[in-house]
């Protein structure tokens, strides 16, 4: 059976009752045999408006994906569904998630408005976390903090969330204009927010549950605001305080007391890593000055090595500088992978150091450069590396 260009309309009864979730329909066409399904009418609602999908059954057959094509709703099913009368059931426990979501969206997004007077430019719900975009240069904790408190005192007041359609033309004190004419499905939180709308919503502000606001981030040259609503908002706090439990017990310390700990551990484990690289540094410069008085002078008295290494780090440049320390000192080092080297000359070797290394890199095809005294290079292959190692021996 497959669809007519002249397929009658879906019914969205969704449009009317968010709460809808067993119904019975008649299979207009399928498609794609018989996993594209379509239904004169249906309460599955489809990824739109920065909502995901509904999910549930038709006919016992799973909806993997819901789809809008204007004027007729397809349904993606994990499996054929014949023709005729069937009987739909709507995942309660995903729609409900996302009508708490959706509608928290549009209290926060009215909060951040009546407080900063940014409006929203964006709104994402995810499977863990939501987010609406503001136009704002910059949002602190405080403010964030101020706005969380603001919408949870809208929670606690129970303000009725209804649905009603106007024609754009009459239509209202809506906080955003409409991107469409004709008629608009609005939702409005009494004496908070009108928003032209197509998603599913709770009916009253106390179902929306806890709103909790996370990281605030940057995006499209503004603020990023990660929310978390109702049961997600009970899962993430439960969550944050077995985390912030366990942390405690690894500091053998009461949950509260937890952050000051970490901060005065970091900070001692910070000055111990301070200490192990100056102490690193100064073996390095150790073992230089060692090579140093291992070389044997050439005949213009300049001592030479060429050492290998892993990466060139703080400590082969520590070492490079402790061999050169000793006057008259030329230290070459080497990495194979990525191929790079490494130069450093004393001040009276004759050497210039960054003007040698950026000479021999540069007509090989690398890149590199440096002071008088030390500079490194890449080269685009071992070839090339072998070929500078060669010709800055001979200075």
Known sequence: MGLSPGNPATERLYYHDSYLTEFTSRVTGVRDKGRRVY???????????????????????????????EDCIAHITAGPVSPGEVFCRVDWERRFDHMQQHSGQHLLSAVVLEMLGARTIGFHLGAEVSTIDVELASLDARQAAEIERRANQLVIENRPVTVSFEDSSS?????????????????????????????????????????????????HGGVRIEFVCGFRAIRRARADFENLAQLGRLFSAA????????????????????AVRKLAAELARLRGAELYRAAIPDAAGVRRTMQTAAALDDELRATAQGFIAGGKAVFLATVEDPPALLLAASA????????????????????????????????????????????????
Do not use: W
């Open 171 to 219: 239509a209202s004190g809506l906080r955003k204009a409409p991107q469409r004419g004709g008629l608009l499905r609005i939702v409005s939180i009494e004496g908070v927010d009108r928003s032209a709308c197509g998603g599913t919503h709770v009916r009253g502000t106390a179902e929306i549950g806890p709103v909790l606001l996370r990281r605030l981030g940057k995006a």
């Open 255 to 274: 949950p509260d007391e937890t952050p000051a700990l970490a901060a005065a551990q970091q900070k001692a484990l910070e000055a111990s890593e301070k």
């Open 348 to 395: 009276d070797s004759g050497i210039h150091a960054g003007n040698a290394v950026k000479s021999v890199v540069t007509a090989l095809g690398g890149r590199g450069g440096g002071s008088a005294q030390m500079a490194q290079g890449s080269l685009p292959s071992r070839e090339a590396l072998a070929a500078a190692i060669a010709q800055l021996k001979t200075l």
């Open 39 to 69: 239904l004169d009418r249906t309460a599955f609602y489809p990824t739109s408006g920065g909502q995901p999908h509904d999910t549930g059954t038709i006919g016992g057959v799973p909806v993997v994906d819901v789809v809008d094509e």
